[in-house]
């Protein structure tokens, strides 16, 4: 992968001929401009979509957030030029207002948060001590290295229900969680000042 330009604190692959493995490539850097490849996505020459490191990848998002990326990569995989994608932005900014304004009608399940923890015992309140404790009251043993899963219904008491147990979701919390994920798909519309590498 050779050939990228940076736009502000981001780096981006343009069109071939700087790529001839993605026509589209979209990745994260640091303040130095060097790219981040553990953290991108784009749109290889063949039209499918190569990601990593992003929330659609990570194990311990949820569902709903999963499906949101998903859904504007999907349509953002349409796009066979920049020009094309930044067509595209308005459509895709309205698939993340109507993953957020329908919290509230979403089955609980696809808001489950999991986790692999590495201990038990917490000094500090926190989502995981509260799982933990609702899967011991379900009669659940856990120990290191197991994977919860867990509902946060009301995120300024730290009370989450298991994945069994879940029916309702503090939405103003999960409304937040969006916010990251929709981050990493949006500043790829943003206008930045070109540097090239």
Partial sequence: M???????????????????????????????????????????????????????????????????????????????TLAELRDLATPVEKIYQTYRDSLHTAEARDFLINRRISRVRYAHRCFEASAIEAYRNAGIDVAPGIKISYVVRDAKRYMVDTEWDASLIDSQFYQSLLEKPWEEIAFAFEPRKSKTL
């Fill in 2 to 80: 050779i050939g990228f330009r940076s736009l502000g604190s981001f780096s981006k692959f343009v069109t071939p001929p700087y790529s001839s493995t993605f026509s589209s490539f979209f990745s994260y850097s640091t303040e130095h401009f060097y790219i981040y490849l553990c953290k991108y996505f784009g749109r290889l020459t063949d039209g499918s979509v190569k990601v990593r490191g992003i929330a659609a990848r990570r194990h311990d998002t949820s569902e709903y957030v999963r499906k949101m990326q998903r859904e504007m990569l999907t349509l953002m995989s349409t796009a066979a």
